[in-house]
């Protein structure tokens, strides 16, 4: 059975090795001040005592106010399909409203357009995009809710 709850340290090494398996692009470190600094918006999947999933989600002052921001989703291959995903985005949509903030936004590569419609399905619309935004060089597609 698979549960979703709050990222805990012990969490660490298995989020890293999901983030090397679908990204490899973030520093390992990068996680853990996201945890330090939004403990209440990281959370995993787990199935039998190991993480399967994981969504950092992180708290930003920008130009108009406080607004919310997931930084970084992902399944492990063999439990995707399976709505993992989508327990993990309802659970940090549930605690950005529980801080009383609506404004959601997020970033996704221009080619991954399976994500784009995992996003919509959860009510994401595309607001623009960020030219040259990733490190290789590759344009971001900018989504939000609201
Ligand atoms: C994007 C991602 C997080 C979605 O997670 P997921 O667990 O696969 O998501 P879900 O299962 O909730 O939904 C995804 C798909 O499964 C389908 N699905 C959902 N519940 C299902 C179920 N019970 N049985 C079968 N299929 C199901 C959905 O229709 C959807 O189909 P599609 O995306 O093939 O069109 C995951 O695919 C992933 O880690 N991708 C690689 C990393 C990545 O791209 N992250 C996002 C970067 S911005």
Do not use: W
């Not at 989600?57 to 106010?65: F, K, L, N, Q, R």
């Not at 959601?104 to 960020?130: K, P, S, W």
Request: glycine letters at 10%; proline letters at 1%; aromatic letters at 14%.
């Amino acid at each position: 059975m698979i549960i979703i709850r709050r990222f805990k340290p012990r969490d660490f090494a298995g989020v890293i090795e999901i983030e090397h398996e679908q990204f490899s692009e973030h520093d390992p470190y990068l996680y853990m001040s996201l945890y330090e600094l939004n403990e209440d918006t990281f959370f995993v999947a787990e199935d039998r005592g190991s993480v399967v999933g994981f969504v950092a989600g992180m708290t930003a002052v920008g130009e108009h106010g406080v607004y919310c921001r997931v930084f970084s989703i992902a399944v492990r291959d063999a439990y995707q399909g399976l709505g993992v995903g989508t327990q993990l985005m309802k659970g940090v949509i549930a605690a950005f409203h529980q801080k009383k903030i609506r404004d959601i936004i997020l970033e996704v590569r221009n080619h991954n357009l399976r994500a784009v419609r995992f996003y919509q399905r959860l009510g994401f619309v595309v607001t623009g995009m960020e030219y040259g935004y990733y490190r290789d060089g590759e344009d971001a597609i900018i989504m939000r809710q609201r």
